[in-house]
């Protein structure tokens, strides 16, 4: 509307829909114009045109005719569309109205705003005229977001009809979860039909199963199972309607199992058989009550557990132990001894303290409800340091049958609550020794707790309990409790007490994918405008046979003398061979590392101005059929780490047909070089496989071949390897190999561990404690270990186990799970050889040692642990990735040999193994659409995937509510929050400075206006933690991806904001830019500063399994 000035914008309808209003001559030329150029325009028939300067004579009376209003302040949240900035609260008073009349309305901008924090938006009017305005307008705020656009009424309609059926839409567009009914549905995937069969499978009821559990305890049924030493059973059935206890216990809003009814349910089966006392006791899963479940308590030799599974079970279901324990029959007399002294030391306040109001302490920690009824009467705290308490309970005159665990129930909760001013939620999750007595107790108890220990995770103390007249009853020695901080439900340990109760809704179908090859037609959609010369370096083997085809297609060939300062693309065909004839594959791995990090690099340091595109040509990794191809396989996890890590520079990997003969090399690479030529100019985070003149891409798929075996079975009379057997992982890998029926495990790692006659010793450090806990569970379910201190990944400590193993005679391994790992996160262009092959080596040295001595057909299963940063690229984890993309390809490997091998790519392990302190693999799981899994998932998730014969399968949670896969393993869409290219280049400098600026404040915790933006993020505390999520939130701000190293290549919001303008409008770049940027002086030493701190952050964050 430049060319007529009178005409103005009168309403800002939609991204596709504007109305202007102005002289009737004028407007009817407009309409002409635009409707010569094929679009739409129309006039509206009013007979004067508000929002425009025809307005202006009409305010006066307006604001006179209106003066009396006297306006009400709004309760709600109001976005008028008046005005252009929607932070002002509006009054609606004669002024207000007298400006709504001549201002334009800002109707697209409102619902923008409104977008980003609703998703449901309802037109109140006779017939709606503004949905389709509504739809075009947030289709633009954030692109694939779900968002609902209705009206109340429409005409020619019956109107109750119509309003009610809108009102239903509104409640039903984001509808509230509601749990799943435990039967007799069958979980069916939601949209987009996924043309698969979902039959309900009926079965006949087992009256054993019908039982419900004994007032006070989990017990049922009783069945002994005959043998050299009879096995124990008991099985109840524990529904909501028929919990064993007449109180609630909620946490956060979920029903549990009180851990005291746990406690006092293994004790009475000990009980039971004769056993006074249990020893060891690990409580390890809570029990949520609010869904029908089968319970089952074991007694086998020595050992008793707690398991639990659905009450409708299907082959996907898997029971969940929850607390296991050892058999003693020697009361605790030190704890008696101690509970007797206290009582009479003098040690406590001469009068009782206040008696606190337990609801209310419990409901600060989340805790709602009581199991049992009971209250305190008197409260009296040591006074040394409030190590030491004594509560007197005051029990019901009458107790139910059975209802002994109600003072059971007060000693665990009053011992958790001893530090009233603690908020922290405690746990029990170990006792290591408990004792209950036989005589019956009155309407009184007294609990004396002694604190033991107190540190950052927990305490631990000694508890006794006595009637109303002194006799004890029962006595606990080191209960420890775990502190769970309810502001951060998400650090370690807290994770397997509050997660748990959403595993039970997870369709495991929903996490389990297998990569599917598809032909990709459309290689540009994520393409950027070429620009440059156009010419070309080729890089490796094969550059002389490239050169000829890029040359037919229109490049200039880069001289080698004239090294890359200047070259558009680089295309680096990767080696093949080893160097020398001793050149394993884990050294040739660092090598070529090597090559491809300083090449990264040199083209990271040029200017923007000059972009360069980074190409990678591999051979035969897509089948793994060769050597060679195995050799190059980890250059795939690599490439996915330095598109993550440099987006600007990045262009893709093709993977070509592998050469069976060294004289089909150039062949190969002749009749893929027209087709390299054409995809060098589109980038593509994919992974491209070029067969028969066909490139494909992969795509997440969930896994539809039919199954070929039975889940997973161990033999009693084999053994079974797992590296890595000693860290968080292999133990938990242990302990589900055990579930399977094993019996011999050999647990190899870097750890020695003491001689067995110290393992009782005070002086071992928490982590060896862990882990021979671990493994004392499992020998008390009568398990034999072998823990062995051997490095995997030297063949000669391998074969020397296995020698002595045949030496005396044990069982033959029939079965390996390789989860050895060490993680040491670097920027790819930091890398040096030693860490690289520090992460490397477990899992390439190690697996290729695994592959030669357990060669396909020599044992049942061979799986590999890897990991999910292998297919996406995570930043940080080049070395990782790496190395976990060859034990992808070992898998293919073997499987094409006819061996059982699988590659499992996991997301991280909720706070477990490299997960526990990994804040940024949370973070970047978040990025990509995904979370973490908990331990039950996974192992569901294995037992699910094992029935299959695929070589790898990623395990990834989806988060997308329409059931689908979410995403391919390719790029994201952005959408830029403003028209960069339309913007002077002063305008973006300053929005981009100023949406920074909010950015990094709002991360850093600091007040925008104590900002500046010349100050070096390394003196605000910057980490690379802080940076990768400050790199999101500006990606979705800016519309493009970002480096990873970009705040350390421009460390100040200025230098980057002048940074950013440069890539997002390049045509607005002036010389005055140029100069800024590289006139500031204190680059160099803010760099060091950060990047010391990079260094340190990645040290600290070192981690193994």
Known sequence: IADYPQVTLGIYNSPRQTVVTGPTEQIDQLIDQVRAQNRFATRVNIEVAPHSPAMDALQPQMRSELADLAPR???????????????????????????????????????????????????????????????????????????????????????????????????????????????????????????????????????????????GTLLGQHTTVSGSLPIHLWQARLAPQAKPYRGWHRFH???????????????????????????????????FADRPQLIQVVVDNQSISLASSPTTQTPQDRWTRHVTAQLSSAPVRSVVLSHHSDQTSGHFS??????????????????????????????????????????????????????????????????????????????????????????????????????????????????????????????????????????????????????????????????????????????DYVSTPVAGS??????????????????????????????????????????????????TDVDFAVRITTEVSSLVRTLAEREPGKPATLWIVTRGVHESVTPSALRQSFLWGFAGVIAAEHPELWGGLIDLEANELESDHDDILHQAGLTLANLVQTRTKSILVLRDGIVLAPALAPIRSEPVRKSLQCKSDAAYLITGGMGALGLLMAEWLVDRGARRLVLTGRTLLPPRRNWELDTLDAGLRQKIDAIRALEMRGVTVEAVAADVGRHDDVQALLAKRDRDGAAPIRGIIHAAGVTNDQLVTNMTDDPVRQVMWPKIAGSQVLHEIFPPGSVDFFYLTASAAGVFGISGQGSYAAANSYLDALARARRQQGCHTMSLDWVAWRRLGFAANAQIVSDELQRIGSRDITPSEAFTAWEYVDAY??????????????????????????????????????????????????????????????????????????????????????????????STIMLFNHPTIALLAAYLAKVVAPQNDSLEDQTAILSSASTGSVLDNLFDRIESTSTEAKGSV
């Not at 302490?361 to 040394?384: H, N």
């Open 73 to 215: 302040t709004p309760t709600i949240p109001i976005l008028s569309t008046t005005y252009e900035d929607f932070g002002l609260r509006p009054v609606f008073d004669a002024e207000h109205w007298a400006v709504n009349m001549r201002n334009p309305v800002y109707f697209q901008q409102a619902i923008m705003t409104a977008g980003t924090h609703h998703h449901t938006f309802i037109e109140i009017s006779a017939h709606p005229l503004l949905t389709q305005a509504v739809t075009d307008t947030l289709h633009c705020v954030q692109h694939g977001t779900r968002y609902t656009s209705i009206g109340t009424l429409q005409r020619d309609t019956d109107d109750a009809i119509t309003f009610h059926t809108n009102l239903n839409t509104a409640h039903t567009a984001y509808p509230p979860h509601t749990p799943h009914p435990a039967e007799p549905h069958v979980a069916i995937p939601t949209t987009p039909w996924q043309h698969t069969r979902h039959w309900i499978a009926r079965k006949d009821s087992v009256n054993s199963v019908g039982l419900a559990p004994r007032v």
């Open 253 to 287: 809003g979920a029903e549990m199992v009180p851990v005291s009814i746990v406690l006092h349910t293994i004790l009475c089966a000990a009980a039971e058989l004769g056993y006074s006392a249990l020893s060891g006791i690990r409580f390890q899963q809570p029990i």
């Open 350 to 523: 001469a009068c009782p303290d206040p008696i606190p109001d337990i609801a209310a302490l419990l409901a600060l920690r989340g805790v709602d409800g009581l199991p049992f009824e009971w209250s305190v009467k008197s409260w009296m705290q040591k006074m040394r340091q409030l190590t030491g308490l004594t509560v007197e309970i005051e029990l019901p005159d009458t107790l139910p049958e059975g209802e002994i665990a109600s003072l059971l129930d007060a000693a665990i909760l009053v011992s958790a609550l001893g530090d009233v001013t603690d908020t922290r939620f405690y746990v029990p999750v170990s006792i290591e020794q408990v004792w209950l007595g036989d005589n019956a107790i009155g309407s009184r108890g007294l609990v004396t707790v002694n604190r033991t220990i107190r540190d950052d995770d927990g305490i631990t103390v000694d508890v006794t309990i006595a009637d109303g007249g002194g006799a004890l009853w029962a006595s606990m020695r080191s209960l420890r409790y775990q502190a769970l901080d309810l502001d951060n439900t998400q650090q370690a340990g807290s994770a397997n007490f509050v997660e748990p109760h959403a595993d039970a809704r997870i369709d495991v179908k929903n996490f389990v994918h297998m990569i599917d090859w598809q032909p990709r037609s459309d290689l």
């Open 534 to 583: 156009g010419s070309v370096a080729l890089i490796g083997n094969g550059g002389f046979v490239l050169g000829l085809r890029f040359k037919e297609a229109g490049y200039t060939l880069a001289a080698p003398a004239d090294g890359l300062s200047g070259v558009r693309y680089v295309v680096y065909v990767a080696d093949s061979h080893p160097a020398t004839t001793t050149e």
């Open 949 to 1042: 014969d695929v070589a790898q399968v990623v395990v990834l949670p989806v988060l997308n509510p329409d059931g689908s896969a979410g995403f391919t393993v390719a790029d994201s869409y952005l959408v830029p929050a403003r028209n960069w290219s339309q913007m002077a280049a002063a305008e973006v400098r300053k929005e981009l400075e100023s949406g920074l600026r909010a950015i990094i404040a709002a991360e850093l915790r600091i007040a925008e206006t104590e900002l500046d933006t010349d100050r070096p993020f390394a003196e605000l505390g910057l980490n690379s933690l802080t940076a990768m999520a400050i790199r999101r939130e500006a990606e979705q701000f800016i519309g493009i991806e970002l």
